[in-house]
């Protein structure tokens, strides 16, 4: 038989072993000290941070079972994976096991695991059950997104909030581990594997068993290689060269992360965790100890914006690479517009002149909007032609909306409700306002307005004809006899 996986072996089997939720295994160890116990519990959390393990152990609590009983063998303890039993027939089903009495242990208890992913016609069915359960049946519900439960299930619940895990609490008990194990590691590895995981003890655990299993010393460098950082010093180069100005050494050394293996949107992860770590608490990053407070908080701001970007663009590595650029350029010349690719490239329409290369970067560069032939109206018909590639629908939303950039406001004046409401969902005024910040290279806010010719109306208000200009406008149609 192969070894356990180090996550399965060292699964936490009673509230004292489980790491970083203290403010919840202390109030269910007293409550349970006192004999109190919930019809219902909800836990809900990260993933990786122990809501199905400590699910058991109140499992184990409520029954009297020693803390190494193996729950699977318990046929009054049922465990369910609510992302494959989630519709209406899976909850009668359970419903008639309620009706029964327990076969040998004092109470039934029912484990639903991922509950968010039942339907809505699951949760009404389980609604009354979980309300009135009979004296012997307890529920125990986990999810990782408790806003999808309806809250007529929360209400009816005992609920218990999971937190990540400091990156201290997943070093020391990584530490224990490894002291258990006999794995050889160093202190820059712990620390690096606890940051890597973000808060997940499953995770960590996961990683430091897939590096012990090549059966070398872990070093620091070992895992920033596995984990997707590239090399760990070249890492902390690109930062620290950024920081002080030098864009062509912290270029050089991205593109030779990248060529090694390091992955854009995980190295840009770790330079922000370093920069973050060095404002927090200065000189705790040997490499960036003398980079002043200002220079760590542009550098967070730039990285932040760039790990949101890579979520859109093609090219994962190109946020990263224009971050660093904007870090290590002065500001005025980090205005100067990219050129288009090609010089015969073609306008968007007829109606708008070709755009120049840019001109070259002179001692004082102006701001973009200042340049020869990039005026505000050429950055939206760029923007908007970038906008038409992501989400063709959109496109044709803002353009049915006049876009007009003045500086830093681009302001769109919607003909309809059902537009303004599309332009301004969270995923769409980020995509917007991100595209057109990176071509006019000046952040650019966005102001959505309804015109006045419709006022206050809303869409019932909207005449016929407008509407099927609209969707003709949206879906790329035209109407026919």
């Keep these: ?23 919840v295994t202390d109030t269910l160890e007293k409550a349970f000290a006192r004999g109190l116990m919930s019809h219902a519990y909800l836990l809900t959390g990260p993933r990786g941070v122990g809501k199905t393990s400590v699910a058991r152990i109140i499992a184990r609590r409520v029954n009297q079972l020693p803390a190494e009983a193996e729950l699977a063998r318990e046929l009054d303890i049922l465990e369910i994976d609510a992302a494959s039993n989630r519709g209406i027939d899976d909850i ?9 009495v327990p076969s040998r ?139 002080q100005g030098d864009a062509q050494p912290a270029l050089g050394a991205l593109q030779e992360s990248i060529q090694i293996g390091a992955e854009p949107s995980i190295l840009t992860e770790f330079l922000l965790a370093q920069i973050r770590a060095s404002f927090l608490k200065p000189g ?33 590595s190109l946020p990263l690479e224009l971050a660093i650029w904007r870090l290590a350029t002065p500001a005025e010349a980090a205005a100067i517009p990219v050129p288009s690719a090609t010089k015969q490239s073609r306008p968007v329409s007829q109606s708008v002149p070709s755009v120049s290369a840019a001109p070259a970067i002179k001692a004082k560069a102006q701001p973009v909007r200042n340049q020869p032939g990039v005026t505000d109206s050429v950055v939206t018909t760029k923007a908007l032609s970038f906008i038409k590639t992501k989400n063709n629908s959109l496109y044709a939303i803002l353009r049915s909306g006049s876009p007009s950039l003045d500086g830093e406001i681009l302001t769109i004046t919607c003909n309809f409700r059902f537009h303004q409401e599309r332009i301004e969902e969270a995923r769409n005024r980020q995509l917007i306002e991100s595209i057109f910040s990176r071509v006019a290279g000046r952040t650019v806010e966005m102001r959505v307005e309804h015109s006045a010719a419709t006022g206050q109306s809303n869409l019932a208000n909207d005449s016929g004809e407008e509407l099927v200009a609209s969707a003709l406008e949206i879906l790329g149609g035209e109407v026919i006899e």
């Design 105 to 243: 242990l004092p109470y039934k208890v029912f484990i639903i695991d991922e509950a968010h992913m039942l339907t809505r016609e699951a949760f009404n069915a389980l609604l009354k059950t979980l309300e009135e359960p009979p004296a012997h049946v307890i529920f125990v519900l986990a999810t990782t997104e408790v806003h999808k439960l309806p809250d007529t299930i929360v209400s009816r619940t005992q609920r218990h909030d999971f937190r990540l895990i400091t990156t201290e609490a997943l070093t020391k008990a990584l530490a224990g581990v490894a002291q258990t194990e006999k794995i050889s590691i160093d202190d820059e590895a712990l620390a690096l594997i606890a940051e890597r995981s973000q808060g997940g003890f499953r995770d960590a655990l996961s990683l430091l068993d897939q590096l012990a299993s090549r059966g070398e010393a872990i070093t620091g460098a070992m895992v920033a290689s596995t984990a997707g950082i590239g090399a760990l010093s070249q890492a902390l180069e690109i930062a620290r060269h950024s920081l």
């Design 284 to 316: 705790s990053v040997a490499a960036l100890q003398d980079i002043p407070a200002v220079d760590l908080v542009r550098g967070l701001t730039e990285l932040s914006r760039a790990l949101a970007e890579q979520r859109y663009t093609p090219i994962p």
């Design 1 to 23: 038989m192969g070894k356990l996986a180090l996550y399965r072996a060292y699964r936490p089997l009673d509230f004292s072993d489980v790491v970083g939720q203290d403010h």
């Design 92 to 100: 009668r089903a359970l419903r008639d096991k309620l009706a029964t």
